[in-house]
């Protein structure tokens, strides 16, 4: 674990606030598994297999017209990345805001987000990225 896979992390925020889509496909491995919590939006809970990034854009873009993360700290925990951050979300349906405060828990491979696990509870996890994967 290294001050560059903080900024690895970091990284993918600033390219998810902006839409960047090519710079959110360089900074994840082609094999992530991407897993949100239960309830957390009617986006499905774990993306993985085929494309997971491009599905993943794909059903925020649809459920959402207007997404904002705001970053409270990134920092390392034993062999991950941990985030926490609000999510600013807009439903594309309805108007309405959303917001939720959320922590991520990141393993990095070869400089690349490899898994990537939200919670909404931040002691669980932490003690998730306490565990060797």
Known sequence: M???DVEIVRRSFDAWSSGDEDAIRDL?????????????????ETVEGDDPVGRWLAENQEAWSETRWEVERIFEKG???VSFYRAVTVGRGSGVE????LTAVHR???????IER?????????????QRE
């Open 2 to 4: 290294s001050q560059e």
């Open 28 to 44: 994840y491995t082609d094999d992530v598994v991407i897993e949100t919590p239960r309830g957390l939006t009617n986006l499905r």
């Open 79 to 81: 062999e991950a990345v």
């Open 98 to 101: 959303v917001v939720r405060d």
């Open 108 to 114: 990095i491979r070869d400089g690349k987000i490899a």
């Open 118 to 130: 939200v919670y909404l509870d931040r002691e669980k996890a932490l003690e998730a990225a306490a």
